[in-house]
Nanobody
Framework: QVQLVESGGGLVQAGGSLRLSCAASRSIFSLNTMGWYRQAPGKERELVASITTGDSTNYAGSVKGRFTISRDNTKNTLYLQMNSLKPEDTAVYYC????????????WGQGTQVTVSS
């Protein structure tokens, strides 16, 4: 399994931006799919965005047009650029690696808190 460590979370005002990073313990070149989940208090964990080895991306409808997922295979790092943040984006964000559009997750990060104030 690959170890995943997120960073970049924090407190931001509505309309602001944050960039999350997920550093992997080994090469991510061969990882089928990577992505970001989030979990808000009292809610189920939801898939926010995913990216395949072929750089095919998929986004939840609530973030489409505001968030951008990317991967840098040379740095073994996954990113999530979050723009035009809303209070409803407040959640713990988890990096994940797996298969089948991340319906199967084989590795999780520990999570990073994102708080958007109104």
């Amino acid at each position: 399994q690959v170890q995943l460590v997120e960073s970049g979370g924090g407190l931001v005002q509505a309309g602001g931006s944050l960039r999350l990073s997920c550093a992997a313990s080994r090469s991510i070149f061969s990882l089928n799919t990577m992505g970001w989940y989030r979990q808000a208090p009292g809610k189920e964990r939801e898939l926010v965005a995913s990216i395949t080895t072929g750089d095919s991306t998929n986004y939840a409808g609530s973030v489409k047009g505001r968030f951008t997922i990317s991967r840098d295979n040379t740095k073994n790092t996954l990113y999530l650029q979050m723009n035009s943040l809303k209070p409803e984006d407040t959640a713990v964000y988890y990096c994940a690696a797996g298969y089948r559009s991340l319906t199967i997750v084989t590795s999780w990060g520990q999570g990073t808190q994102v708080t958007v104030s109104s």
